[in-house]
């Protein structure tokens, strides 16, 4: 009977020592676990920071680029609209010497035909 009980305890208290060692590895594996998962957190929270980062500077740098060909683009009108200026200016003179060499000769007839 008394070797009964020493077994019976003997067995509680090797359950009670495994149910303490599973406990204790299984918080151990958890604790691994929810560093794993912070780590994992943490370069995902990175890799958002760097992506954030790179889509800002993508962003700028477009920005930056629609602005310049926008200022090009300006630009170049400006240069179009100036030179179509000047091409009127040099046509509308071109004319106006025209005309007025068209009266001298027509001028200069009339006196040839008068004085004739």
Not at 25 to 41: D, Q, W
Not at 54 to 73: L, N
Not at 80 to 87: A, K, N, R, S
Not at 89 to 94: D, N, W
Request: no cysteine.
């Amino acid at each position: 009977m008394m070797m009964v009980m020493v077994i019976v305890e003997m067995v509680i208290v090797l359950v009670i020592v495994v149910i303490v060692v599973v406990v204790i590895v299984v918080m151990m594996v958890l604790a691994m676990v929810m560093m794993a998962v912070m780590m994992v957190v943490n370069v995902m929270v990175v890799a958002m920071l760097l992506l954030m980062v790179f889509v800002v500077v993508v962003v700028v740098v477009m920005v930056k680029v629609i602005v310049v060909t926008v200022v090009v683009m300006v630009v170049t009108l400006v240069v179009i609209v100036i030179t179509v200026v000047v091409l009127i200016v040099v046509l509308v003179m071109v004319l106006m010497v025209v005309v007025v060499m068209f009266v001298m000769m027509v001028v200069m007839v009339k006196a040839i035909v008068v004085v004739s």
